[in-house]
């Protein structure tokens, strides 16, 4: 089974790459076949094919830039930012199984929950009680 993936942030330097490395490890330890494009500083990199989006399970975008969608039409696709990606990609990816096929509107899923006892911010981690 193939998931693919579209990762890109305003920048396009280290947060679209960490997206796409913790969603690439996280669909092979899930035991499938991925393949993330990413749309950085430097344009397209890993440009997915017709062929490949036809035989995609589902489709993940964890973008927080535009990105062209039209391509997944007819495909389970889910869409949040890259840092819902970066935290929970497992998550990310037990949620877009389940998630509807894309008609061509794009909805943004909110974050998934944090899982019980983690920090709330960078700040709350460093000024512990």
Known sequence: MKVLGVTACPTGIAHTYMAAEAIESAAKKA?????????????????????????????????????????????????????????????LIERAKEAPEFTGTLVKEKPAPKPEGEKKSLFGSMFKK
């Open 31 to 91: 035991g499938y076949e991925v393949k993330v494009e990413t749309r950085g500083s430097v344009g397209v990199e890993n440009g997915l094919t017709d062929a490949e989006i036809k035989e995609a399970e589902f489709i993940i975008l964890a973008c927080d830039t535009t990105v062209p969608t039209d391509r997944f039409i007819g495909k389970k696709l889910i869409s949040v930012g890259v840092s819902d990606a970066i935290k929970n990609p497992a998550g």
